[in-house]
């Protein structure tokens, strides 16, 4: 009860500073401030995010957090120093008894190192200083012996484990093995001082108005605004312009040594490159076999995605006329994003019915006076409805939801297991809208998934592969966005739905999710390239990704880009943060083979769109019991507990745009939009 004695204190006083500003209109500015000086008070005390005065009595049945329960970062370091000089000793790496001993104290220390960074990581993400930054590299220094010590163990008793007939033994350390190490202390401090660097030039950098440089904005919550709404084309071209120029110029020159030293820990640890260590952790096969799998899989998607792209094309050169080549590629500043990876936001220009409008989200949002911590509650009430675990109380007391006016921090949405007593958390800078209603379901997605395996063995606390990670929300997502669903949420009136409307909602989510599929696939088909030394650095750095770009996605830079000068992809969050990207490619294959197994399950085959499991208990329940296997299984055998399938299925995709290509390519054909831009 202590947030309402606390929230009904304060209320006394800011009724009584109202009162006070109407009869002293001198005191007025300080009436207004007066609620934001509350809750600047209430997060600087209980370490906590209100953003409105709403927030406290939301949060007020929430159980209390002691602040100071985290990982005590001076005494784990302690303890690792002990048990590190007493590492159980043995002769005989065949020794299954030996390999569970020393599996054990390995865990043990692996565990402390992995909570300790996950708060330094935290803090330092949180709160972009020189001090917090100087912790994670002198954290990642300390944890280089241990590292360079237990790698060659591992792979040792990895070279006899693999013909045990224990099964968790021989998964173990075949994972175990897969991992590097540095034995240049200089390299591991030069490593994480040049990631945070990278990370503070994505955070911080700003783009300024031509006619006042003291109007500058961030990416987060304005550029990003603007891309969505503006329709005006050089408003455009300035934002995107003034972006890709601000940070990814600024990004290359600390990127490209920094992949160098990651790419030579690389083959220290005997991979021929950091691409093929990347591909390694996927479990797909070796370098050819996982490329041919991703080749594979984008091919089969590329028909569906040339009708779209045809009709946004041409609608868009409508929009703009004389602007760009009708028959050629798209400037990449015209699809409501700073990346041109999604289109949705632009869906009021390529509606198939504009007489039949969708739901605006965001309105709604605002109407029924939605606050970011309500639209966090309602992401997990879809959650427990389908016997999904409800988040711990760290989760809110802890979380970063809304961007803090105090300091500077990565704002790209995130979430984090302490795997230290229910600490889960997101750090998102919320903005009340559609794009952030659906970012809350899929990173809470991330937070169920640690929930759900939290009981294995620490080796086993990770997702079967990373992309099964990304896909487990952005599922939930999808359900969270249908007509069905939003009709239970009373944003929708049944009675307006109808076929045009269903069709123009398949529109915004092949905008979303169709038109991704080739920006996933060229993030790490370049970089692989990058790290092989298949692109001159001072000459094609910038040209190859605007290649490829247009190879695959039929997109164009909007203004003339050069090297060595431009390095557009380090405008891209997961470039400078070193984020492996191949792992969203693979989640938009496997959601909708998740999301269409789920209808299957509650008698659905047809009309997927038009599918809500929200409430279905037992088909959450099957969907938990595959979350719960984390990474104790090959993937395949997790994606097939839930699907009956054993590989990536695009079909499932396709199944679900069924009704939306057939549409496309008829009226793509009636308008003499053609298809293609080579």
């Not at 990278?198 to 919550?221: G, R």
């Not at 040594?257 to 797909?284: C, R, T, V």
């Not at 209603?437 to 937070?447: D, P």
């Amino acid at each position: 009860m202590i947030f309402r004695w606390i929230y009904l204190f304060l209320l006394i006083l800011w009724l009584q500073s109202g009162i006070v500003a109407r009869k002293y209109s001198k005191y007025h500015e300080r009436a207004d401030n007066f609620e934001h000086e509350i809750l600047d008070m209430l997060n600087k005390r209980y370490s906590t995010n209100f953003h409105s005065i709403s927030d406290i009595l939301e949060l007020d049945e929430r159980e209390e957090v002691d602040p100071n329960d985290h990982a005590d970062v001076e005494l784990w370091n302690k303890l690792n120093d002990e048990d590190i000089a007493n590492m159980p000793k043995t002769d005989d790496y065949s020794s299954e008894k030996d390999a569970l001993r020393w599996l054990e104290w390995y865990s043990k220390i692996s565990l402390r190192n992995y909570q300790v960074s996950a708060f330094l990581g935290w803090n330092h993400r949180t709160n972009l200083t020189k001090e917090n930054q100087a912790a994670v590299s002198a954290q990642s220094v300390r944890t280089a012996p241990f590292n360079r010590m237990a790698l060659p163990i591992a792979k040792k008793f990895n070279e006899y484990m693999k013909n045990s007939n224990n099964e968790d033994l021989k998964r173990i350390y075949g994972r175990l093995a897969q991992g590097t190490i540095s034995h240049n202390d200089e390299d591991v401090k030069t490593r994480s001082k040049l990631h945070s660097k990278l990370e503070k030039i994505y955070s911080t950098a700003e783009v300024c108005e031509l006619n006042d440089t003291k109007k500058c904005y961030t990416l987060s919550p304005t550029l990003e605004q603007l891309m969505q709404v503006e329709k005006d084309y050089d408003r455009l071209l300035w934002a995107w312009k003034g972006w890709h120029n601000q940070c990814g110029n600024k990004i290359r020159p600390v990127y490209l040594p920094f992949i160098h030293l990651l790419n030579k820990s690389s083959k220290e640890n005997g991979y021929k490159d950091l691409a093929q260590e990347w591909i390694q952790d996927y479990e797909m096969g070796d370098d050819i076999e996982f490329e041919r799998m991703f080749d594979d899989n984008l091919r089969a998607i590329m028909p569906l995605y040339e009708q779209l792209h045809a009709y946004v094309r041409g609608r868009l050169c409508q929009l703009y006329p004389n602007r760009f080549d009708c028959d050629g590629p798209i400037p990449a500043h015209l699809l409501g994003n700073m990346w041109a990876q999604q289109w949705q936001d632009r869906l009021d220009d390529f509606m198939p019915y504009p007489d039949a409008p969708l739901v605006d989200i965001t309105e709604m949002l605002h109407k029924k006076k939605y606050t970011i911590h309500r639209m966090y509650t309602t992401a997990e009430e879809f959650f427990t409805s389908i016997n999904l675990y409800p988040m711990t109380p760290k989760f809110w007391a802890r979380s970063l939801f809304s961007k803090p006016k105090d300091r500077e921090v990565v704002c790209h949405p995130s979430a984090s297991d302490f795997k230290y007593h229910d600490d889960y958390r997101v750090k998102i800078c919320t903005v009340i809208n559609d794009d952030y209603f659906y970012t809350a379901h899929h990173e809470m997605g991330h937070v169920e998934y640690y929930m759900s395996y939290a009981k294995m063995p620490f080796v086993y606390q990770d997702g079967a592969n990373s992309g099964f990670h990304e896909a487990i929300g952005d599922t939930i997502g999808m359900y969270a966005i249908s007509i069905p669903h939003l009709i239970k949420l009373g944003f929708v009136d049944e009675k307006t739905v109808t076929l045009h409307y269903e069709m123009n909602s398949l529109m915004r989510m092949a905008l979303q999710k169709v038109a991704f599929l080739p920006f996933g696939y060229v993030m790490d088909k370049y970089r692989f390239q990058l790290f092989r030394g298949q692109i001159k650095e001072e000459t094609e750095l910038n040209a190859r990704w605007w290649e490829l770009r247009k190879k695959y996605s039929g997109l164009m830079p909007p203004v003339p880009r050069s090297d060595p000068e431009n390095f557009d992809p380090g405008a891209k969050y997961h470039i400078p943060s070193n984020t492996p990207y191949a792992r969203y490619f693979i989640a938009h294959i496997l959601q909708f083979q998740f999301y269409r197994a789920m209808c299957r399950l509650q008698g659905q085959t047809e009309r997927l769109h038009m599918c809500d499991i929200y409430g279905n208990k037992d088909v959450g329940t099957r969907f938990r019991q595959m979350l719960a296997m984390g990474s104790s299984k090959p993937w395949s055998e997790v994606l097939e507990s839930l699907t009956g399938e054993t590989k990536l299925e695009p079909q499932a995709m396709m199944d679900y745009f069924e009704p939306l290509y057939k549409w496309l390519k008829m009226e793509n054909l009636a308008r003499g939009y053609p298809v293609g831009w080579m």
